[in-house]
């Protein structure tokens, strides 16, 4: 079986007074929200470097640049479709995803089984296949001071 493992990792600065979005999924009542060039969700944005990775396609910025305004507050579900479709095309699947979030707040543990809902069919896989968990940094460094959050993914893919 020919089989790749990707790695993606992404960073976006909290602000007041914007939505935050994770995992495709808006948070409701979050205190703040990622800031970006798109919807700023950075698990998404994290799986998508991961995918890209490991069926060797450069990554996000390559795709979807950050100076392009096509791409101006774009709901990040579009590209994971749009990666997803690119591996399809070059005859590689996703076998499964396993992610980690870091933040101080909100608290992710109730919305996992939304996002790994929201995230699974954009994959084509099924939702058992979608691993998400979450961590804080004990109020150290810039997560801690709730100044931003980062997600790290990694993925297995195979040829069909």
Request: proline residues 4%; negative net charge; glycine residues 10%.
């Amino acid at each position: 079986m020919n089989i790749r493992v990707g790695m993606g990792y992404d960073v976006h600065q909290l602000e007041t007074g914007r939505p935050f979005f994770l995992g495709g999924v808006e948070l409701p009542g979050a205190p703040k929200g990622a800031v970006g060039h798109s919807d700023a969700d950075v698990l998404i944005h994290a799986i998508c470097d991961a995918l890209l990775g490991a069926a060797n396609l450069r990554d996000i910025g390559f795709h979807f640049a950050n100076t392009d305004n096509r791409w101006k507050g774009m709901d990040s579900k579009f590209f994971l479709r749009e990666v997803t479709r690119m591996i399809h095309e070059r005859g590689w699947k996703v076998v499964n995803v396993d992610c980690t979030l870091c933040l101080e707040k909100p608290k992710v543990n109730p919305h996992i089984p939304a996002m790994k809902k929201s995230l699974a069919p954009l994959m084509d896989i099924t939702e058992e296949e979608v691993s998400i968990k979450a961590t804080t940094t004990e109020t150290l460094g810039y997560v801690g001071r709730e100044e931003g959050v980062n997600a790290m993914a990694v993925v297995l893919i195979a040829k069909t």
